[in-house]
């Protein structure tokens, strides 16, 4: 059965999906928690708008929803990725009427990979607003909040910011309202993390936009809705702060426990030293969760063994992942093992380019390591506790 259409205010309802199974999004993304895709229902004295809708194996439950809506006039398109838009195209058929309102770049999203014909659109420039009759929608342009396109709904009769993507959190809730903060916290972070983090400096321009207006609640299109708007709104201020913490990332991998070796000794010096450090083992490790360390992590030490001369292709993964999601960590370093020779550093090096990182000098070994070589991960450890020293975080 389908969950019914819940009500927010007298004329506001949520709509959607909840998918509790889903464990994976854009064959990428790990969803420990699953996720939900909110769409909602806003009635005007005039007119009636449905604010997004939901990805395309949910479509089933949107239009149930729909069954007893006679009209709808707008369907607003925050974001043309199909877990928000994928349903819209069955929305126009229902409602052969209906405009969809979204940005320029979002209506030429939406044209490409739905097929939605030019005449059903109306572009909104920054800041335009459309009338309901007695309630308005006014649209805010906040790209990269996940693609380019992306825009917020500002609903001001009832103080409240539909939101999308942005402040988002994946997790199957059938709760309509925030209830368990540290939960969410993990979420949105981890969210944040996959997708956002790239994005950070705009991301910080768009918090500062929104900021302006006077929020009662936060509707975002996936997890609950937010009653305290000003939980989420300060916990992106820090994720998007160009100020990393005391923390050093260590994504490792170890093929016969000689990196393994290198890395228990460094996190050892760096305990010494006060440095906090997170420690993810590649042969296994949520991908999700080394992406929420990168958003604070001050430093990042790659444990990285050879593989036929190069770094061992988990390692290659995780650099790809993270010189993608440009962290703000100020330095990087690698250490490692190897057989009979590498090319690892230099390697590993040309990988991360986006990463705007001092290389601190690293370790390598030729086999299992020597008294010196743990000296010289000692040392490493010391240089690390002294960056973050420097920089005011230690
Ligand atoms: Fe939830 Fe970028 O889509």
Not at 22 to 44: C, E, K
Not at 166 to 175: L, P, R, V, W, Y
Not at 203 to 213: D, M, S, T, Y
Request: hydrophobic letters at 45%; charged letters at 20%.
């Amino acid at each position: 059965m389908t969950m019914n259409m819940r009500k927010i205010t007298e004329k506001v309802f949520w709509l959607g999906a909840v998918d509790w199974d889903r464990r994976l999004f854009d064959s990428l993304i790990p969803l420990p928690d699953g996720t939900s895709y909110n769409a909602y229902l806003v009635r005007g004295s005039d007119k009636t708008a449905l604010i997004d809708s939901v990805d395309p194996a949910m479509t089933g439950q949107l239009m149930e929803q729909l069954e007893g809506v006679e009209s709808i006039d707008f369907v607003v398109a925050h974001h043309a990725e199909q877990d928000h838009s994928g349903t819209i195209p069955v929305v126009l058929e229902k409602y052969p009427g209906a405009k969809v309102i979204a940005t320029p770049k979002g209506k030429e999203l939406l044209m490409i990979h739905l097929g939605i014909s030019p005449e059903r659109f109306i572009e909104v420039e920054d800041g335009r607003s459309i009338s309901l009759g007695d309630k308005n929608l006014q649209f805010f342009h906040t790209p990269w909040v996940h693609w380019p396109e992306t825009m917020v709904t500002w609903l001001a009769e009832d103080r409240i910011l539909f939101s999308c993507d942005f402040f988002g959190s994946h997790i199957a809730t059938n709760e309509l309202y925030v209830t368990d903060k540290g939960r969410v916290y993990e979420a949105a972070k981890r969210y944040f993390a996959e997708i956002m983090m790239p994005f950070r400096n705009v991301i910080e321009k768009n918090i500062a936009k929104v900021k302006k207006l006077d929020i009662g609640l936060i509707a975002p299109s996936h997890g609950a809705v937010y009653d305290e708007p000003d939980f989420i709104i300060s916990a992106y201020e820090d994720w998007v702060s160009s100020s990393p913490k005391n923390i050093a990332v260590i994504p490792y991998i170890t093929m016969h426990g000689s990196t393994a070796l290198l890395v228990n000794h460094l996190v050892a010096g760096l305990t010494d030293r006060g440095v906090r450090v997170e420690q993810f083992n590649l042969a296994d490790t949520d991908i999700g969760k080394l992406a929420m360390a990168l958003v604070d992590a001050a430093t990042i030490v790659i444990g990285a063994p050879t593989v036929l001369t190069g770094a061992h292709p988990r390692v290659a993964y995780a650099a790809f992942l993270a010189n993608a999601l440009r962290p703000k960590a100020r330095f990087a370093s690698i250490i490692g093992s190897y057989g009979w020779g590498t090319r690892v550093v230099e390697q590993l090096s040309s990988m991360i380019p986006n990463l705007k990182a001092e290389i601190i000098p690293p370790v390598l070994c030729k086999g299992l390591p020597r008294e010196a070589d743990l000296d010289a991960v000692d040392a490493l450890a010391g240089a690390i506790a002294d960056r973050h020293k420097e920089a005011g975080i230690l």
